[in-house]
């Protein structure tokens, strides 16, 4: 079982930046992808980044590619998103997911929220124009 918390969010101006913590539960963390979703209003839930093991695999949403990070501390069980050049259209909720890490796919696999087994509860960020 892991238990995810997300912290960070928070009201930025267009332009500012922001950095999404995820603290995880449990020995097992860096078995785990570690995912950044996001739902705004009236719309679906959708991708925004996943890492493997390392930070060395890593995968992002088009709309995000360039301006956001995700990294993971496997020693702190800590999974991070720095999101930069944010924009109105950022606003959502934004929530850490983990996903049972399989060798034979890449971290592209995990652009699919369905195939990751534990979520936190999301931390609202607000994207002001």
């Known amino acids: 079982q892991v238990q995810l918390v997300e912290s960070g969010g928070g009201l930025v101006q267009a332009g500012g930046s922001l950095r999404l913590s995820c603290a995880a539960s449990g020995r097992t963390f860096s078995s785990y992808a570690m995912g950044w979703f996001r739902q705004a209003p009236g719309k679906e839930r959708e991708f925004v980044a996943a890492i493997s093991r390392s930070d060395r695999s890593t995968s992002y949403a088009d709309s995000v590619q360039g301006r956001f990070t995700i990294s993971r501390d496997n020693a702190k069980n800590m999974v991070y998103l720095q999101m930069n050049s944010l924009q109105p259209e950022d606003t959502a909720v934004y929530s850490c997911?983990?996903?049972?890490?399989?060798?034979?796919?890449?971290?592209?696999?995990?652009?699919?929220?369905?195939?990751?087994?534990?979520w936190g509860q999301g931390t609202q960020v607000t994207v002001s124009s």
């Open positions: 997911a983990a996903a049972t890490l399989i060798p034979l796919y890449s971290v592209s696999f995990y652009r699919i929220g369905s195939r990751y087994d534990y």
